[in-house]
């Protein structure tokens, strides 16, 4: 009589614990495909760290704390400008600006303007030439400096050659090649008190 018991019992719950078993087997499967086709369509939100290099889409303030006054100051950035990312805020950056003037601005802007993206790189009227050429016309033969590393302030385009100002005033055509779109970090900003 025991073993009838058992019997009919483990007949009657098999089917219970395959039924289940096929049913949340069937719920995995479809909530991976839901979970892959979520991810297929959703695009990668690019990584921004500190220490990357941006460039401004639009035209900004950049509010900074001035040591030297003990004061909070706002100034105009131009869309173009190349910034380097120094934190990341709630609503804002904490960036650097080029090197293109001394003391270098850093401070506060807008998320919205600034981008990461190559693209927009191309928009950008700032660089840094590391050991280029620097010519007096995009047409001259021979360089009037050689080895010329410095950041500098693109003025326009002609041909394959960039107008630059260069650190002290002068102005010089070097190759579009020869011109990285990053920045490198300052040893002093408004920021920061001057060294000694």
Same mark, same amino acid.
């Given at each position: 009589?025991? *073993?009838?018991?058992? %019997? ?6 098999? =089917?219970?614990?395959?039924? /289940? +078993?096929? $049913? ?10 839901? !979970? ?7 695009? =990668? ?10 460039? &401004? ?7 900074? %704390?001035?040591?030297?006054?003990? #004061?909070?100051?706002?100034? $105009? ?7 380097? &990312? ?10 650097? %600006?080029? @090197? ?13 303007? @600034? +981008?990461? !993206? ?6 950008? #009227? ?13 047409? +001259? $033969?021979? =360089?009037?400096? +050689?080895?010329?590393?410095?950041? @500098? ?10 107008? /630059? /100002? ?18 490198? *970090? ?7 008190? =001057?060294?000694?």
């Amino acid at each position: 009589m025991k *073993k009838r018991i058992i %019997f009919i019992t483990l007949i009657l719950i098999i =089917p219970l614990l395959s039924g /289940c +078993s096929k $049913k949340s087997a069937n719920n995995g499967t479809n909530a991976s495909s839901q !979970e892959t086709a979520t991810n297929a369509d959703a695009t =990668p939100n690019p990584v921004i760290k500190p220490g990357q290099t941006g460039v &401004l889409i639009q035209n900004t303030n950049v509010t900074y %704390f001035s040591l030297q006054d003990y #004061k909070k100051h706002t100034v $105009k950035a131009e869309k173009g400008s190349l910034v380097l &990312l120094l934190n990341k805020n709630k609503d804002s950056y904490h960036v650097q %600006f080029a @090197v293109t003037e001394l003391p270098v601005l850093a401070g506060n802007i807008d998320k919205e303007a @600034v +981008s990461f !993206e190559e693209a927009d790189f191309k928009n950008a #009227k700032d660089g840094l030439v590391k050991h280029a050429n620097v010519y007096k016309t995009p047409n +001259s $033969k021979k =360089p009037y400096i +050689s080895g010329y590393s410095s950041a @500098v302030s693109v003025e326009g385009k002609e041909g394959s050659f960039f107008k /630059c /100002c260069l650190p002290g005033g002068d102005y010089g055509y070097i190759k579009e090649d020869d011109i990285e779109y990053t920045v490198e *970090k300052a040893d002093w900003t408004v920021e920061m008190l =001057p060294p000694e």
